[in-house]
């Protein structure tokens, strides 16, 4: 999927009015609703580091053949995209889950005489979950399903917090690299390295995207 570069400043819009509104209804919510939604995504993403690499293996969501026509390029770098896929899935279905338990922290909000802390703490809360889902969709952005996801990033509001969502994809290089034994036959090969490191880049796997 190509993203158009006309669509660059929508994008920005779209997430500075995203944080507006959620800031707004984190007000309206209060702090009970929402540390329901941050105990949730905390836990989802516990539970997500954890099986991502498990399911990964079970189900392929992204096939290799799709990324090179090289085997070897394939082996290093489809397991990884695998895992960062299955770890946004995790994420978003025990979120979708625990969503039963909002009703009941809203009726604990209405209590009479924390009404106003509660919608003040709301806020605060709502600008960090906001933030991480933010987070989550720039790693979205950054997998193959987009074809200049990585310049999408660079060119709008994400660039802000595009550093912090880099520590999953740094995570994910170097379980690349550290395959010591595959790394050494890549070096014997300078095609294979090359689309290997243009990969890695293009998926934002490398710390330089220059």
Do not use: C
Request: glycine share 4%; no cysteine.
């Amino acid at each position: 999927m190509h993203i158009e570069q006309t669509w660059f400043p929508m994008i920005s819009l779209g997430i500075i009015l995203y944080y507006v509104i959620s800031l707004y209804f984190g007000y309206k919510k209060g702090f009970f609703v929402l540390l329901i939604e941050l105990f949730s995504l905390f836990l989802s993403l516990a539970l997500a580091w954890f099986l991502s690499p498990i399911f990964s293996k079970m189900i392929q969501l992204f096939p290799k053949e799709t990324i090179s026509s090289n085997p070897l390029i394939q082996s290093l770098v489809s397991p990884v995209l695998n895992q960062v896929l299955w770890f946004i899935v995790i994420v978003i279905i025990i979120n979708v889950f625990l969503f039963i338990f909002k009703p009941i922290a809203r009726k604990i909000g209405e209590v009479p005489g924390i009404h106003f802390i509660n919608g003040i703490l709301g806020v605060v809360f709502s600008f960090v979950i906001t933030t991480i889902y933010i987070l989550i969709l720039t790693a979205v952005l950054k997998m193959p399903f987009f074809d200049n996801g990585v310049e999408t990033v660079e060119n709008t509001v994400l660039k802000h917090v595009n550093k912090y969502s880099n520590i999953v994809f740094e995570y994910a290089s170097q379980e690349i690299v550290k395959n010591e034994k595959i790394m050494n036959m890549i070096s014997e090969d300078e095609s294979v390295k090359i689309e290997l490191f243009d990969l890695m880049k293009k998926y934002g796997l490398s710390k330089n995207n220059e």
